[in-house]
């Protein structure tokens, strides 16, 4: 495999690692509650109120990474197979990639709505400009 494309299939593992990271800490920050009878299961069988903010907050970045990163991984495997794997292609993975840790780390810590959204729609954008560059690659490519 070329170095491009593994440097993209590290970018979709670092999103992974984002992700799986943030069920860790949700399930070490919902569980002990639940095991040591402080949350009762019938308060959390349909929604997360009964759980401290903390958990809350984990838990919706947690849901977040099956939203925008969906479109991301779709991209990211189109181009794989589509053998169009270049620097440019590359350098917007990574940074989509790396905003969605920003996101993450401002909804897990001081949750400022202000900031999230500023890196979630930075994030959006450059999933844009990821698809765009992506979908000329694919219709200009003599023979694909």
Known sequence: MPLLEKLLVLAMAAQVLLTLALLIW?????VPRVMRGEIA????AVDRTAYPLKARLLSNSFDNQFQLPVLFFIGALLALGSGLVGWITLILAWFFVTLR???????VTTNRVH??????VAGLAVLALFW???????????GI
């Not at 949700?26 to 919902?30: I, Q």
């Open 26 to 30: 949700m399930g070490k920050e919902r």
């Open 115 to 120: 900031r999230r959204f500023a890196a979630y």
């Open 41 to 44: 299961v019938a308060d959390i």
């Open 132 to 142: 765009l560059w992506l979908t000329l690659r694919i219709l200009l490519a003599p």
């Open 101 to 107: 840790y920003v996101h993450a780390v401002i909804h």
